[in-house]
Nanobody, 126 residues
Framework: VQLVESGGGSVRTGGSLRLSCAASAIGDTYNCMGWFRQAPGEERKGVASKYLTGGHTYYSDAVQDRFTISWDNAKNTVYLRMSNLKPEDTAMYYC?????????????????????WGQGTQVTVS
């Protein structure tokens, strides 16, 4: 599975961005898509996840009510709509795909749940 992110960039505080991640392959290779981010000097952390089969979505507390994850089945593309951006949202954002049935946010947003990763796209908020 190849994942290619796009849509990152620089934005002012309070602005919005939409990240995209196009996934190759389909079938029994992944059923969950996630977005993670890593700021300089910090660990990579999960921010949003979507269980494609059941439709459930999960968000970290830091982005709840500001970020929205969605999936376009026709395009095999996952999106992350980010609104009301803050300087602390500045990070490299990574798309990930995995095959599991999420039993809660802890599992859905855990790095270890995912098998495939994109190269990342930078988001800078100032």
């Amino acid at each position: 599975v190849q994942l290619v992110e796009s849509g990152g960039g620089s934005v002012r505080t309070g602005g919005s961005l939409r990240l995209s991640c196009a996934a190759s392959a389909i079938g029994d290779t992944y059923n969950c898509m996630g977005w993670f981010r890593q700021a300089p000097g910090e660990e990579r952390k999960g921010v949003a996840s979507k269980y494609l089969t059941g439709g459930h979505t999960y968000y970290s507390d830091a982005v709840q009510d500001r970020f929205t994850i969605s999936w376009d089945n026709a395009k095999n593309t996952v999106y992350l709509r980010m609104s009301n951006l803050k300087p602390e949202d500045t990070a490299m954002y990574y798309c990930a795909a995995g095959w599991f049935v999420p039993r809660g946010a802890d599992q859905a947003l855990a790095l270890s749940s995912y098998n495939y990763w994109g190269q990342g796209t930078q988001v800078t908020v100032s």
